[in-house]
């Protein structure tokens, strides 16, 4: 097992090992590894907290936050809603977002009890569906200096290859792009404007994008302060024994991560 980077931690049980955040201390939570893929989103819940309802949404890599009760209202034939952020409405309600490569994002407010599950790959995150849950969070009563926030493992930058058209995509909601220029040189100011969001890449209209560095200067823009952010090393894509990556197999496979609310 890749050791546990510093900040972060391997719980171990007696059915496997899960991935926790020292930023989410107190709070009950987990991102699980590829070891979990026949366990159900009951029995992951139970190791978190047992007697809390695990709740989730169908995935369409977009910017859509839906409520923990709008779920719930919809009973248990329900089907699940569209969206790839989840919010909680009360106690004892487990949140999840499945990812292969994407980042998934737990969210615990401290001072509320509230807690977010979002699923955030390129599309959501030029879509700013990080920004937009913490836009909710705020208007059910949260404060954003009380807002504890971890990445969890995706993959990492160093890999991610993506055209000029995606990194321009992403930049777009953190700097403004003369759009008179060219997608080169609209990169090239990007480059130099942010810091670790994109790497070059030899292929021609080819550059790396670091994700889960999108999300954190998204956070950082918003207002959130450096302290309040952890984002795991860990790289679905260069570490197959423990994530499963898309990029890397072409498979539809994944990994579970998972908070709940108090």
Request: net charge negative.
């Amino acid at each position: 097992m890749v050791a546990a980077p510093l900040g972060w931690q391997w719980q171990t049980t007696l059915k496997g090992t899960y991935l926790t955040c020292d930023r989410l201390a107190g709070m009950a939570h987990g991102f699980f590894t590829r070891e979990w893929v026949e366990a159900a989103l009951a029995d992951l819940t139970g190791i978190l907290q047992p007697g809390a309802i695990p709740l989730r949404t169908k995935q369409v890599h977009g910017n859509r936050v839906v409520l923990a009760g709008d779920i719930l209202a919809q009973g248990e034939t329900a089907t699940y809603l569209d969206a790839d952020a989840l919010i909680s409405t009360g106690p004892n309600q487990a949140l999840w977002v499945c990812s292969a490569d994407c980042v998934p994002v737990l969210i615990g407010d401290r001072q509320t009890g509230r807690v977010a599950a979002i699923h955030a790959g390129w599309r959501g995150t030029s879509m700013e569906v990080v920004p937009k849950t913490i836009q909710t969070l705020c208007q059910l009563g949260s404060a954003l200096p009380d807002l504890a926030i971890a990445l969890g493992p995706a993959i990492s930058g160093t890999v991610y290859q993506v055209g000029l058209s995606v990194a321009i995509a992403i930049g777009e909601t953190l700097v403004s792009l003369d759009s008179h220029q060219s997608p080169e040189e609209q990169v090239a100011h990007l480059q130099a404007q942010t810091r670790g969001l994109l790497l070059p890449d030899p292929e021609p209209g080819r550059v790396r994008l670091d994700v889960r560095q999108a999300n954190v200067l998204q956070l950082l823009k918003m207002g959130l302060e450096p302290d309040q952010i952890s984002v795991s090393p860990l790289c679905t894509y260069r570490e197959p024994e423990q994530f499963f990556s898309y990029r890397r197999e072409r498979l539809k496979q994944v990994q579970w991560s998972g908070i709940t609310s108090f």
